[in-house]
């Protein structure tokens, strides 16, 4: 007779193990995170685009789930150059190409959905009109224009009667990401872009249903949610926030943990597939501003994903402990198409080079070599 397992053997899960995340079958629990590169031009994805999800996409060497780049949903959503949109008959046969490649490697993809609301340039907006936001308050932060990083253009406030216009275009932009073969959306609400700058009381000075108190401010997040879900399905969207971080000028929430702890506990009932945790500030520290996490999680019953500079050994902690179900890499999966096989064989990363983050072709991009074996796929 076999000795019993330990109990620990039986009931910790790895970063290694399947999950079910809403009706998506992750083989494993490595996400990749979204990345904008700026490689569309004309707002169009390229072939270019779909060789490089494809080389992240095997599960057996890369992602279990990859979420793709930001995507406007709008021409008034956007705020960079060369970033792809999803709402065109256009851009979705372009994306087709992508999510058909993915595929072929067995791999899943959502994508990410986006408007950038103040974080724009009057270049980037249809008819040169002013970005829009919650309130007509100037972000300090930069947008990339013709090839430079640039200060964003001061918006004006939407009005109320343009909101329900606002969430048909999330609702459009889900339906062609669905019609694109995208496995699933994400809908984008942190980092500082529209959403987020209804969220907080830092930006949403709103009088009036879509601003205030905590009801007002996480209005426009929820009815988006309703929408993209009614388009995409429940079990096939999920949401990024990034509770404490300031980046994009936004600042802080004067309370952080109550308002973030209303926006799921409100969205509760549309029981959605997964929860995207940037912790701490996006791409920086992780602990500068208290923040409980665990106590935001009691709100959710979906899969709980976490991101933000995580090392190996802080991943399959994170995920053996249970304080998460998976775990997100951005930056590492530029130059480690092959990730996931570095992870499960503890093999060193290599480093990505800043120079080519955004713009360019294929060096920096796609020329990445994977040291994983290849695999038949
Ligand atoms: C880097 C450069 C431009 C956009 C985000 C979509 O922070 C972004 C982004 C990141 O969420």
Redesign the pocket.
């Given at each position: 007779m076999n000795p019993a397992p330990h109990p620990a053997q039986t009931t910790r899960p790895s970063l290694f193990d399947p999950l079910m995340v809403g009706e998506l079958h992750l083989q494993n629990r490595v996400v990749m995170a979204?990345?904008?590169r700026?490689r569309a031009p004309g707002t169009v994805p390229t072939a270019m685009m779909a060789t490089y999800y494809a080389q992240r996409a095997d599960p057996a060497t890369g992602a279990g789930l990859i979420i793709s780049?930001?995507s406007q949903i709008s021409p008034q959503g956007q705020?960079?150059q060369d970033?792809p949109g999803i709402f065109s008959s256009d851009q979705v046969a372009a994306w087709r190409v992508v999510t058909d490649a993915v595929h072929q490697r067995g791999g899943l993809i959502a994508c990410?959905l986006?408007h950038?609301g103040r974080?724009s340039h009057e270049r980037l907006q249809p008819g040169g009109g002013q970005p829009v936001s919650s309130s007509a308050r100037t972000a300090a932060s930069r947008?990339?224009v013709d090839g430079e990083f640039i200060a964003c253009s001061p918006p004006r406030a939407l009005r109320d009667d343009e909101l329900p216009g606002i969430v048909a275009d999330y609702a459009h932009a889900a339906r062609c990401a669905m019609d694109a073969g995208f496995d699933a959306v994400e809908v984008?609400a942190?980092?500082?872009?529209l959403l987020e700058q209804f969220l907080r009381d830092s930006l949403n000075d709103r009088e009036g249903a879509w601003g205030g108190g905590l009801d007002g401010r996480t209005r426009l997040l929820t009815e988006v949610l309703q929408a993209v879900a009614h388009e995409a399905g429940s079990g096939r969207t999920g949401l990024?926030l990034?509770p404490v971080s300031p980046?994009?000028g936004l600042g802080q929430d004067s309370q952080p943990q109550a308002l973030y702890e209303h926006v799921l506990a409100r969205l509760a009932p549309l029981n959605l597939a997964f929860a995207h945790l940037v912790e701490g500030t996006?791409?920086g520290a992780r602990d500068e501003v208290p923040f409980d996490h665990a106590a935001l999680r009691r709100h959710f019953a979906g899969a709980w994903v976490v991101n933000n500079g995580y090392t190996r050994e802080m991943a399959l902690q994170a995920v053996e402990d249970g304080r998460a179900d998976a775990v997100a890499f951005g930056r590492p999966f530029i130059a480690n198409p092959d990730l996931g096989w570095r992870l499960r064989h503890q093999q060193p990363w290599a480093d990505a080079d800043r120079q080519t983050?955004?713009r360019g072709g294929e060096r920096g991009y796609t020329d990445y070599p994977a040291v994983a074996p290849t695999t038949s796929a």
């Open positions: 979204p990345l904008t700026n780049e930001a705020g960079y970033t990410q986006w950038v974080i947008v990339m984008h942190a980092n500082g872009y990024r990034s980046v994009n996006t791409g983050f955004y």
